[in-house]
């Protein structure tokens, strides 16, 4: 079943990249529609803010550390979302970098979903959602939710760069189309879910396809 899987996905990998290049005009757009003047955006960034000034005083060694270990499960997150079984990950004493083995033959998802998808701001919504079942939101939830966006902003940035064989392996003429547009949807679907959790996420999803909608009415007009 993973094989057919990853057939499917690697025969979307250009469609995908396109989507994303296409989206990045809506996402610039939709950033109109948020309310910035609230206290839960003014703890996200304050969230955000504490997470760059806490890792200044962090070793780098242990950052280093925790970047791996994130960037490795993330590969094994989505490994297991189609249906590989992971069967190792590692991390190297000197903090060189990290590796993860799983059955099959694998599909470009698994291997650049580390620098686009922030998996501790995940975990975070989910865990968030369960709390809100039995209590009320707070600002203290935004705090802490930008302190792991800041963390997704901070660990994509030192990702990307060209001693990263991921990035080769997938193809840089690929990386350069789909990540900007993925990391752009990604931060604007996470300021949505931040004002109204994941009622807010599907809200703003559907913002976009508006918006990408009249994009493309326009161009069309302006073609003929």
Not at 71 to 98: C, P, Q, W, Y
Not at 121 to 130: D, L, N, P
């Amino acid at each position: 079943m993973s094989d057919v899987l990853d057939k499917i996905i690697n025969t979307l990998k250009w469609p995908a990249a396109f989507c994303t290049v296409w989206i990045v005009p809506a996402v610039c757009q939709s950033f109109d529609y948020f309310n910035f003047r609230n206290y839960y955006f003014l703890a996200l960034v304050g969230g955000f803010f504490t997470y760059f000034v806490g890792s200044m005083t962090l070793d780098s060694g242990a950052k280093t550390s925790m970047q791996i270990i994130a960037h490795e499960l993330t590969h094994s997150f989505f490994a297991i979302l189609t249906l590989h079984s992971v069967k190792h990950i590692r991390v190297a004493e000197d903090n060189s970098g990290g590796s993860m083995g799983f059955v099959g033959k694998g599909n470009w998802l698994i291997v650049i979903a580390p620098y686009f998808f922030p998996l501790f701001c995940f975990i975070y919504m989910i865990g968030v959602s369960i709390y809100l079942r039995v209590m009320p939101a707070n600002w203290m939830m935004s705090l802490f939710f930008g302190y792991f966006v800041g963390y997704y902003v901070d660990t994509v940035i030192s990702q990307i760069h060209d001693k990263q064989t991921d990035l080769k392996e997938v193809g840089y003429p690929f990386c350069c189309a789909f990540l900007p547009g993925a990391n752009m949807w990604v931060f604007g679907s996470l300021l949505a879910f931040n004002s109204k959790s994941w009622a807010g996420f599907v809200a703003y999803q559907d913002l976009l396809w508006q918006l990408s909608k009249a994009n493309f009415a326009y161009l069309l007009n302006l073609l003929y």
